[in-house]
Nanobody
């Protein structure tokens, strides 16, 4: 059974940094793309950044570009480095992964429906 496990959430003051990690496990786990999404209560889940496990290309939403970076290792581990955090970044953050049959271009679209595997989420709170 495929599982994604996030770690690293917490609280930080505005302008601070946090690092989130996600580890994919399961004997059948294989993916073309891993990503981070975030969601506030009552709002749609937003794709913020992704990385192709095939060629290492990364894609990011305008809201985080220049502040958040993503890296991957071994095709199943990703790290989200979040710098210059602002109160608007307060959300629950989810790690996600596609199946290996998903079109590679889906990594750039950052649409929740293209991702088959999800973590449980980790809370990030940024205070002003």
């Amino acid at each position: 059974q495929v599982q994604l496990a996030e770690s690293g959430g917490g609280s930080v003051h505005s302008g601070g940094s946090l690092r989130l990690s996600c580890v994919g496990s399961g004997s059948t786990f294989e993916t073309n793309c891993m990503a981070w999404f975030r969601e506030a209560p009552g709002q749609e889940r937003e794709g913020i950044i992704s990385v192709s496990t095939r060629d290492g290309r990364t894609y990011s939403a305008d809201s985080v570009r220049g502040r958040f970076t993503i890296s991957q290792a071994n095709g199943r581990n990703i790290v989200l480095q979040m710098d210059k955090l602002q109160p608007d970044d307060t959300d629950t953050y989810y790690c996600a992964a596609t199946t290996p049959w998903q079109e590679r271009i889906a990594c750039s679209w950052l649409r929740p429906g293209d991702f088959a595997y999800w973590g449980q989420g980790t809370r990030v709170t940024v205070s002003s």
